[in-house]
């Protein structure tokens, strides 16, 4: 039982308060184990994971190398089945929701295809999904002008920077107007000012679509900057060892960085991963 059933995220036995809301719960994580078996012995990737995700929210998880962070991600995803434990996905399985192209995920590489061109890569999931080329078109174009990319439909990935691959890869993911964004580390390959500008620009994409957000980094000041909860993870086995509500508003700018409010959630993410022995 959780202490409070409607809580946007809460992790059993660290977190029961969530005080925030009575959102409707978009993912719901009870007792999940999932153990890799490998030719040097069992690896207790994720271990007695408890987690309820709230519709909408923007939820970030930290930790160092190996706490199993990518992992979760995947099960959320059905990339990856859980060996103990359940979760649901809006109400259905992962397999369901994979199969309902209820989300988009955004890898740390772009993964674009290079011998095609920006919108032509933004096509792939609509095609998949057998829209009609008109349907195709005014997607692609509402999701790559929302991304800064109108004038690079007839590029090739190769002719764009690393900061642009990355986001004509999250107008590829927003296409198909999934409910639930999930993200590994897609900004961790930039330089600091351009993961910055990405950092604001992914949360006025968030604003204005009112998606639910999993974003994975190793970054503080990026979970920060981005989350409405910090869900800290430690390895060995792979757990949650805490769940942060962030009690700055959801819309930040850069300019949040400097304040007291900004470096305090820094110091309670900070001190919560070096609590649990999480950074060695
Ligand atoms: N397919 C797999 N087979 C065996 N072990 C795996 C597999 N995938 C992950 N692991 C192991 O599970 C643990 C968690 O890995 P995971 O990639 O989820 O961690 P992470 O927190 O995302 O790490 P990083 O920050 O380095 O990406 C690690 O010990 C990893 O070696």
Redesign the pocket.
């Known amino acids: 039982m959780y202490a409070v059933e409607n809580s946007t995220v809460a992790e059993e036995s660290v977190s029961p308060q969530s005080p925030s809301s009575n959102k409707r719960v978009m993912i719901d994580v009870k007792d999940l184990s999932l153990v890799?078996q490998?030719n040097d012995g069992p690896?207790n990737?994720l271990s007695d994971i408890n987690l309820k995700i709230g519709e909408g929210d923007f939820v970030s998880f930290i930790?160092?190398?190996?706490?199993?962070?990518?992992?979760?991600l995947r099960v959320i995803a059905d990339l990856e089945k859980q060996t103990a434990g359940s979760i649901s996905v809006n109400g259905t399985t992962p397999e369901d929701a994979r199969l309902n192209r209820l989300y988009g995920y955004v890898f740390q590489a772009a993964a674009l295809l290079p011998w095609r061109t920006i919108k032509k890569n933004c096509a792939v999931p609509l095609e998949i999904s057998g829209h009609s080329q008109a349907h195709q078109n005014k997607q692609i174009d509402k999701y790559l002008r929302m991304v800064g990319l109108q004038d690079f439909h007839e590029k090739y990935p190769w002719q764009l920077s690393g900061g642009m691959q990355q986001r004509a890869s999250i107008a590829r993911a927003l296409c198909i107007e999934p409910d639930l964004l999930l993200m590994d580390?897609p900004f961790g390959a930039l330089d600091e000012i351009t993961r910055d500008h990405m950092n604001v620009e992914l949360l006025k994409i968030w604003d204005e679509t009112k998606k639910t957000v999993v974003f994975?980094t190793?970054s503080i000041s990026e979970a920060v900057m981005l989350s409405t909860h910090i869900v800290v993870?430690s390895?060995r086995p792979?757990r949650i060892t805490k769940v942060i509500e962030s009690p700055l508003p959801r819309m930040k700018d850069l300019a949040l960085r400097d304040t007291e409010a900004f470096h305090a959630l820094a110091a309670e993410i900070r001190a919560a991963l070096a609590e649990e022995h999480a950074i060695d």
């Not at 930790?63 to 979760?72: A, D, I, N, R």
Request: with cysteine.
């Open positions: 890799f490998t690896v990737a930790g160092p190398s190996g706490c199993g962070k990518t992992t979760l580390e994975v190793h993870m390895p792979g």
